[in-house]
């Protein structure tokens, strides 16, 4: 996915200068106003002073330490993406920091080709919260059905049409973590349901830098080409629920098995299904049809702003899952 033409702003957050030089001389080439603090709470201070658009913080840090800042900003900037940075092996700080609110992490030794896919889906996030399209009609239901191409360059407007609606229904935390959750969903499904990309021949792209000419041979296959995501939205304020249903065309794949997989494991290892435990994290409220192809994700309605009462899930539980008939999901 190209870099958005609109320069945002990054904060990058770390003690080691060493490191901060490195971070910012990779992001140079993704057209972003870099500006860096060297702890906690200059970092703060920072985003008092400027608003980032992302944020990128090492966990490890004298004082206010990445976790406690992390915190802070999405309580305070909660359409801000935070991105944490791990230790190798330190995979309990990446759950506390996804539990804290981080929207993702990366693992030490940063690689360039990591750092730039990761802040690639940050930009993404921040680009449509810029151009969401606040609507404040009184719509007691809403359902409606959204049909596109197996193309990333659709996620960011297809992400802008999914979520528009409900502004006025769900508090701005939990609308920027469903943004999140629905990327993650719609990248799954067009990567690895509709293109049938696996997880290794993906990582042996990347690591060839040629992950775009796979998408786009894949994309270009007569058996590809033509396949669609549909996704079946339902805004039901009787219900007190919002209810995204996301199919592709592709094989599907045994969710059972990977979901059963624990998330220190999935760390540990560096497996797949990275984007269905950040989606799970942000909206643990999800259903599988039995083949895999589908999945519902289920948020409940603000009631007066605030959010439904639900307990934080921990990312820990991750792996847990139902699967649904077709019909029995509600949409």
Request: net charge negative.
């Amino acid at each position: 996915m190209s870099v958005t033409p609109h320069s945002l702003s990054l904060l990058l957050v770390d003690d080691d200068p060493s490191s901060c030089d490195f971070l910012a001389e990779c992001l140079t080439d993704m057209d972003l106003s870099v500006r860096a603090a060297a702890s906690g709470e200059e970092g703060i201070a920072a985003c008092e002073s400027v608003s980032p658009d992302i944020v990128l913080t090492d966990l490890h840090m004298p004082g206010m330490g990445g976790l406690a800042f992390a915190k802070q900003v999405r309580e305070r900037w909660p359409d801000c993406p935070v991105i944490v940075i791990t230790g190798q092996g330190d995979e309990a700080s990446a759950i506390a920091a996804l539990k804290a609110g981080a929207s993702d992490y990366l693992k030490k030794p940063v690689t360039v080709d990591d750092l730039h896919a990761t802040v690639q889906r940050a930009v993404d996030v921040a680009q449509s919260c810029r151009a969401e399209l606040l609507m404040n009609l009184p719509v007691d239901r809403m359902d409606f059905q959204v049909v596109v191409g197996s193309a990333f360059a659709h996620i960011v407007s297809l992400i802008n049409t999914l979520v528009r609606d409900t502004e006025p229904l769900l508090a701005s935390r939990a609308r920027f973590g469903l943004r999140i959750a629905l990327q993650e969903m719609l990248l799954n499904a067009i990567e690895h349901g509709n293109l049938e990309i696996s997880y290794q021949e993906k990582l042996d792209a990347i690591g060839r830098g040629q992950y775009e000419e796979l998408l786009d041979a894949r994309c270009r296959e007569a058996r590809f080409r033509d396949r669609r995501v549909t996704v079946q939205v339902l805004i039901d304020r009787g219900q007190r629920r919002i209810a995204y249903r996301i199919r592709d065309e592709g094989r599907g794949f045994d969710w059972r098995t990977q979901l059963a997989t624990s998330v220190e494991s999935r760390l540990l290892t560096g497996a797949g299904g990275r984007g269905i435990f950040l989606a799970r994290s942000l909206v643990p409220d999800q259903a599988y049809n039995e083949r895999g192809n589908e999945v519902t994700l289920t948020i409940p309605l603000s009631v007066d702003g605030v959010p439904a009462s639900r307990p934080v899930p921990d990312p820990a539980s991750c792996g847990r899952a139902e699967s649904v008939p077709e019909a029995a999901a509600g949409l």
